[in-house]
């Protein structure tokens, strides 16, 4: 074939070395030259393999603490000389250039330095140099140089070797030249985005994005649509960190859903809590007194809702609880962790896809949300707000008792992560009805008010938003809810608190908006 490329020559430059010497060794097996440098040298040495200092090809030293080794022209000239054009062939000749048919680099751990919290100038100096510089160089040159980045991408390349007699083929290096640029796009964007957090810029004037492929879906929201799940590299605890125990592949709708209903939970802390969501809403939340508890009252506040939908927990999933939660059709349950029992009752239901997060994200961590526009994207931070009890403003009458204070924070927690406009009638730590999404946010009360039924005398009521009317609170009370806790900040937010009076309801304002669309 016109396009193979016979390999005798590789770099070889790493600072994960994991399946480095067996790599290195098939490469030798096949009579490749190997260079290096550094610890990576110095591991092929260790296993028994010749290598070549790449200071002995340039003639200079590794220097600055190692700042200094790669970039020069012997290296640089040998990935990026295009091997059919004579006068690149002509300045190799005339300046002692080798070859560099093959290179394998993968950057100094900036990310994981990061992530491990280590301070200011031990990140900088893992921002790596000379590592992306040579990728971007063998990537360019993709015609003649193949580049690995990634070590699974090390049998690839022997298979390749191994079908073509020691040569790569065109095809596969445009693949690995890909994978090369977006390793070094999104090496950049981690290093780019890191240092906008040190500045205390809100709005650096260029924002970076990337990921790293979790799994090909089998489609987006709906068939036709082509889908791909990515892990962006946080380590917040969720769907991209899960481990998933069993069950089908998660889809694009598992995924939506099963986010929304974990990151709600987790802001419960500790207290038992579990929620059921269906089309990324909730439709049934509660507190228990252990899992079971938490499932069986969540479950009780709409089991119609319940089926076919996502599963929440934030604690362990004992045996009770999986046997209750097996009862009804569910798509994917997600739990800190569950024990060999729970999971023997799991493995009945083949189809149920499991995740097990080993932990709980933090509601008050901040982080970053992003949302595709036409043309750009919106971005913004995650809305980690919440109130602290003390802080509530009692603008009616009658206050809240403690009952009735201790349903609305519950509530409020809820409502948060409702699509506006959100209204949502709790009580005894259950939620009661839920009316989400409606342009009017009296349609969401009455949606709300129509689940309670008879259920919600005494309840309470939480409104992401401000009631423009008192139209819209007596329509969320008008089943006999007696608590309301709402932003306050209506130009008519007297004629509301007058109608709360009236009716005897209490309620509060709390200053702060939890609009999610």
């Known amino acids: 074939m016109p396009d193979l490329r016979p390999l005798r020559r590789a770099l070889l430059s790493v600072s994960d070395k994991g399946g480095l010497v067996d790599l290195a060794q098939a490469l030798a097996a096949r009579g490749v030259e190997l260079l290096s440098t550094g610890g ?72 994981a330095t990061v992530a491990a919290g280590a301070d200011y100038a031990t990140c900088v100096e893992n921002i790596d140099i000379g590592g992306p510089a040579m990728i971007r160089a063998a990537a360019k040159n993709h015609a003649d140089v ?135 809403n909730p439709c049934g939340v509660a507190l228990g007194a252990d899992a079971h508890d938490a499932w069986s009252r969540a479950l009780a506040a709409d089991p119609v809702s319940a089926f076919g939908g996502i599963v929440a927990l934030n604690r362990p999933i004992d045996a009770p609880a999986a046997e209750a939660i097996t009862d009804i059709f569910t798509e994917v349950v997600i739990a800190p962790d569950a024990d060999e029992g729970a999971r023997a009752i799991f493995a009945r239901k083949a189809n149920l896809r499991l995740l097990l997060t080993g932990a709980l994200p933090d509601p008050a961590a901040p982080s970053l949300s992003l949302r595709q526009v036409a043309g750009g994207f919106l971005m913004q931070d995650r809305d980690n707000g919440t109130v602290d009890p003390q802080a509530l403003r009692v603008v009616t009458r009658r206050a809240p008792d403690a009952r009735e204070l201790a349903d609305m924070l519950f509530a409020w927690r809820v409502v948060k992560h409702v699509k506006s406009n959100a209204i949502v009638l709790a009580k005894g730590g259950v939620t009661l009805g839920i009316g989400a999404g409606q ?79």
């Open 146 to 280: 193949a580049v690995v980045v990634d070590p699974e991408d090390y049998p690839v390349l022997l298979d390749e070797l191994a079908a073509n007699d020691g040569a790569t083929g065109g095809a596969l290096r445009r693949v690995l030249a890909q994978r090369a640029l977006a390793r070094t796009a999104a090496y950049d964007a981690a290093v780019s985005n890191w240092l906008a957090d040190r500045t205390g810029e809100a709005a650096p004037r260029r924002r970076a994005v990337a990921g790293v492929l979790a799994q090909p879906l089998r489609y987006g929201e709906n068939p036709h649509q082509r889908a791909a799940f990515y892990r962006d590299g946080s380590a917040r605890p969720g769907v991209a960190t899960a481990r998933q125990v069993q069950g089908k592949e998660l889809s694009w709708n598992n995924i939506n859903d099963t986010d929304a209903a974990f990151e709600l939970v987790a802001e419960f802390g500790t207290d038992p809590a579990c929620v059921v969501v269906k089309h990324a």
């Open 439 to 517: 342009t009017s946010r009296v349609d969401s009360a009455r949606i709300a008010a129509a689940q309670a039924g008879d259920a919600a005398a005494g309840a309470v009521v939480a409104s992401d938003a401000f009631f423009p009317f008192a139209d819209g609170l007596l329509a969320a009370t008008a089943g006999g809810a007696r608590a309301v806790i709402q932003p306050g900040g209506s130009m008519r937010d007297a004629e509301v608190i007058a109608a709360a009076d009236e009716a005897g309801i209490a309620m509060v304002f709390t200053a702060m908006r939890h609009f999610r669309h």
């Open 40 to 111: 990576t040298a110095a591991a092929l040495r260790d296993a028994g393999l010749a290598v070549t200092d790449v200071a002995e090809v340039t003639g200079f030293p590794e220097m600055m603490d190692g700042r200094i080794k790669t970039l020069h022209p012997r290296i640089h000239g040998g990935l990026l000389a295009r091997r059919d054009v004579g006068a690149d062939a002509a300045a190799m000749a005339a300046h002692g250039i080798p070859a560099i048919d093959l290179l394998v680099v993968n950057l100094y751990p900036f990310e």
